[in-house]
């Protein structure tokens, strides 16, 4: 494993704010919330100096598992998985969706007997995890561990392990039915790469 870097929570709230990846309005998430604020790891990744730093970090949190691969869904975990990986110093991998199932495609398959880590960039309900999970688990596998950049459930996931992340916050989400930014007249916005639920 490469060498121990620890980065603070608000250190990492700062280079989002920096970045313009901490976003204000009326947006729809790819859980089908609705939410005045929005995380878009990807104006924070497209500098590699900080996907690095924030994957090492990371990586120092989960020392003494000995993961053989990580393994993230698509699109938002591609990059946070490779780096993980990186400095895991093990096998990345990804899942992506066919007719809106988590699939594993271009040659890239699960071991069985091997120890995964799932890693995503932000995670609001887990669902995304929990279906690359499920991939983990029918190739008789084992997940070792789940990982994010951000939490931004403050805590409130449902997931089958502790989620290990660098920043959690509890951000404002509304049932799309009953949000007031809706209801006092606010059109929603998607910047995910997600179709919403229907």
């Known amino acids: 494993m490469s060498e121990t870097v620890i980065v603070k929570a608000a250190e990492i709230a700062d280079i989002f704010r920096a970045t313009g990846a901490f976003l204000e309005g009326h947006f729809i998430l790819s859980s089908g919330l609705h939410s005045p604020n929005y995380m878009q790891c990807a104006k924070v990744l497209q500098h590699p100096e900080h996907s690095e730093r924030f994957a090492k970090a990371l990586a120092a949190k989960l020392q003494g598992l000995a993961p053989t691969a990580v393994l993230a869904p698509a699109l938002g975990g591609i990059l946070v998985g490779y780096e993980l990986a990186r400095a895991l110093k093990v096998r990345s991998i990804f899942a992506e969706r066919v007719d809106g199932v988590m699939t594993l495609r271009r040659g890239q398959e699960i071991r069985s007997g091997e120890r995964l880590v799932l890693c995503e960039d932000v995670v609001t309900t887990g669902k995304s995890i929990k279906e690359v999970e ?12 789940m990982a994010a950049i951000v939490d931004r459930s403050g805590g409130k996931w449902s997931l089958s392990l502790p989620l290990t992340s660098l920043l959690t916050m509890k951000l404002e989400t509304h049932p799309a039915e009953a949000c007031p930014m809706c209801a006092a007249g606010s059109v929603a916005i998607k910047p995910g790469s997600r179709p919403t639920p229907s």
């Open 134 to 145: 499920a991939l983990v688990l029918a190739a008789g596998a084992t997940v070792v561990a």
